[in-house]
């Protein structure tokens, strides 16, 4: 059992630029593909960063602040304004994921770094790929028999050793319902977390049956 791969939810189809790409041209690639960043790559394919809108944007009001207040940031800002290509106004270096990773994995670093998107590559660092924060979301429209059938095949019966009759799984809408008994050993809190790292699944509640004369 593991969760899918961001090579299985990432977008291949992505527009790349080289770094002398002049600036006009990057403007019209962002409006002409209906897209908010671009990631800018070397000869060999590998991600040197990325120009976004707000990278343009800078070209109407940086260069206004004369400097500004003198910090590592104003100074990137002012040259941001001055920059005529894509090497000058990428950000750089680039998030990147590797096409390995789980989708766990880039949501995680998606959080921490506070971008909505990662570019993804393969083991070389050349890229194939972009996954975005929409794409990690389809794991939690995944169907809830297919849900099911995880929990039953992979959870219960070959992670736990448990025969699929010993627990009753009900999924609906990712809600994950288990009622019966463990046999094996195993914990209910550790089914649980078994369950919960099951792609698509949004939450898990466990009914245990009432012993015999109960």
Do not use: N
């Not at 699929?164 to 977390?193: F, I």
């Amino acid at each position: 059992m593991s969760h899918q791969k961001v090579r299985d939810v990432m977008s291949d189809a992505v527009v790349r630029i080289p770094p002398g790409m002049p600036f006009k041209e990057i403007a019209y690639l962002l409006l002409e593909y209906d897209i908010t960043a671009v990631p800018v790559v070397d000869a060999d394919d590998r991600p040197l960063g990325v120009v976004s809108e707000a990278d343009l944007l800078h070209k109407m009001w940086g260069w206004s602040q004369d400097g500004g207040d003198g910090t590592p940031e104003a100074e990137r800002r002012l040259a941001k304004a001055w920059a005529t290509d894509a090497g000058g106004l990428m950000t750089s270096p680039p998030v990147c994921a590797f096409e390995d990773w789980d989708v766990v994995q880039a949501a995680r670093v998606m959080a921490e770094r506070g971008i909505k998107r990662l570019l993804v590559v393969d083991g070389e660092g050349r890229l194939i790929g972009v996954v975005s924060r929409g794409d990690l979301l389809r794991v939690f429209v995944r169907k809830d028999q297919a849900i099911r059938t995880e929990i039953v095949e992979e959870v219960l019966v070959r992670k736990l050793g448990e025969a699929p009759s010993a627990v009753h799984v009900d999924v609906s809408h990712g809600h994950v319902v288990l009622t019966g008994r463990l046999s094996t050993g195993a914990t209910v809190r550790e089914l649980e977390k078994l369950c919960r790292d099951v792609d698509g699944v949004v939450d898990v509640e466990f009914r245990p049956l009432p012993e015999a004369g109960d």
